[in-house]
């Protein structure tokens, strides 16, 4: 009897052991929750994590946090570095020759292949809530609750499948400041979302895109700070460092701060902190107060998106959901903050090209790193798939860098990102280019095609070349320095390939290619 029992004993040992190792490995085959947050223009200079004059201004707790217990990227790009274009990149894998999308005047195909509908189509719950700007109505997503346009900051407008079609006076007003309420509406979505499902998140803020507005409770930060200039703030002609256009100017933010104090009703938006004038000051202190005002209202815009990262990661620790939740915080592109006296984004120079990016993955990523490989946009959503399991489709131009988080870079891995910015002016032309480690090469051809939202007025077409180990900051136009030949040949040969390679080689346009056969010499 004793032996009967002990055998049972050991059976039953058996039992518990085998179910405990299906336990555990069903628990390993989990797929992980992905938390894409994305603000609007937050450039890394505004982050505090990537080193600059404003690191120690910026209110950066969670966005530490998030650093502290993931991988940040210093080398990641986006591939056309507006709104519109860079949000399609993000959705479809694609650049904007691929997609469709080049220019903030266009629309996301709905037929589109995107990664919302292939992580839905493998089991995944899928949200959007917040700023889409692609025009159509979203595709592959169970549920979304987007800003109308650009969004409003405060007491934003928001549509959703039920009212999408509908008259404005259908869509869903929310009080609040729009950071706040994108948070609170994601908050709410999870809590109702199907606990045995994988979801993929995306939470978009508004902010800190144009006119920079934040909450009533930062309303004085900053008040009696006078915040550092970057070097190159009062750099007023492209004479100075060779470049080959004006670009957008601080003194045309000033101009939009007049316009809206005189008229606030009739401007197109509504700015913090007026009415701001300059047309009393000499050139150096208006630069220096509007340079003043831009960069306060940006920060405090910046903190607002920081209180409601915090926000979201104590939900997924309170839930417990931290553990198997991929969380990723970016931008959408980078921004001026004054550099070369500019403010906004659009060029192949680094404040603008840049997409701070930071992702905690405690399960599989090692906390408190850094990685420098060059990632593009196009690579998000190859890296959603491959966390969930999924073989990328065809149709995806970028690359998982999920092996790259894990210090195992593949050994064939791009070394160079490849951009083009499509919309034409004088002030800022049409260009494409390379930036690899350590050198940027960049045609800015001027000629407008047939994109929309382009300028009439082409520019004669140039060629800018930066040592960025010399010349980090991209003050030096080098394209016309012998040391750099040989360089500069090597490059335009990279550059010709990489247009090969993603199929932008515009054999549609036969005036580019006169450009091109001119000026590729």
Not at 81 to 91: D, E
Not at 332 to 356: A, C, N, T
Not at 414 to 432: D, G, L, M, Q, V
């Amino acid at each position: 009897m004793q032996k009967t029992t002990h055998h049972i004993t050991i059976a039953l040992i058996g039992i518990f052991l085998l179910f405990s190792c299906k336990s555990e490995e069903k628990e390993t085959v989990t797929k992980p929750n992905i938390l894409f947050i994305m603000s609007d223009d937050h450039t890394s200079q505004a982050w505090g994590i990537y080193g600059g004059i404003l690191q120690d201004y910026v209110q950066n707790k969670n966005i530490k946090r998030l650093a502290e217990e993931g991988v940040v990227l210093n080398n990641a790009f986006c591939t056309n570095s507006i709104c519109v274009p860079s949000r399609a990149s993000i959705l479809t894998g694609q650049f904007s020759n691929k997609n469709g999308v080049y220019t903030l005047s266009d629309a996301l195909n709905p037929d589109s292949l995107n990664i919302a509908k292939v992580l839905n189509k493998n089991g995944y719950q899928t949200a959007i809530i917040g700023k889409w700007h692609l025009k159509k109505e979203p595709s592959g997503f169970d549920y979304y609750n987007i800003l109308h346009d650009q969004g409003r900051y405060w007491n934003p407008i928001l549509r959703t499948a039920e009212n999408f079609n509908k008259a404005p006076e259908a869509w869903d007003v929310h009080e609040g400041f729009s950071t706040d309420v994108i948070t609170q509406l994601s908050v709410d979505w999870l809590d109702k979302r199907d606990p045995n499902k994988p979801f993929m998140l995306m939470t978009h803020f508004k902010a800190t895109h144009e006119p920079f507005d934040f909450p009533e409770r930062y309303n004085n930060l900053y008040n009696d700070v006078e915040i550092p200039e970057p070097a190159s703030l009062f750099d007023f002609s492209p004479k100075t460092t060779g470049r080959s256009f004006v670009g957008q100017k601080l003194e045309n933010l000033a101009w939009r701060y007049e316009q809206a104090s005189n008229d606030p009703e009739k401007w197109w938006c509504k700015y913090p902190g007026l009415p701001f004038y300059t047309n009393e000051m000499d050139s150096i202190t208006a630069r220096k107060a509007t340079y003043q005002k831009f960069i306060k209202d940006f920060m405090r815009s910046g903190a607002a998106i920081d209180d409601n990262i915090g926000k979201l990661l104590d939900y997924l620790e309170a839930s417990g959901l931290a553990e198997n939740t991929i969380v990723i915080y970016t931008a959408d592109q980078g921004y001026f903050l004054g550099e070369h006296g500019f403010f906004d984004k659009r060029l192949i120079y680094e404040e603008s090209l840049r997409m701070p990016f930071v992702i905690r993955y405690p399960k599989e990523i090692t906390a408190g790193k850094r990685l420098d490989d060059i990632i593009l946009n196009i690579d998000f959503p190859a890296l959603f798939a491959d966390y969930a399991g999924i073989e990328k489709p065809k149709s995806f131009q970028g690359q998982s860098f999920r092996k790259n988080l894990k210090g195992e870079t593949p050994e064939n891995w791009r070394a160079s990102a490849y951009y083009r910015y499509w919309t034409n002016h004088t002030i800022r032309p049409a260009h494409f280019g390379i930036r690899n480690k350590r050198y940027k090469l960049a045609l800015f051809y001027g000629h407008s095609s047939d994109m929309t939202g382009s300028s009439k007025e082409n520019t004669t077409p140039a060629w800018e070349f930066y040592d960025l180990e010399k010349d980090p900051n991209e003050n030096y136009n080098a394209y016309n320095d012998s040391a750099y030949s040989e360089i500069i040949k090597d490059m335009k040969v990279e550059l010709k390939k990489q247009r090969q390679t993603y199929g932008d080689t515009d054999v549609q346009y036969e005036p580019l290619q006169d450009i091109f056969n001119s000026y590729w010499k």
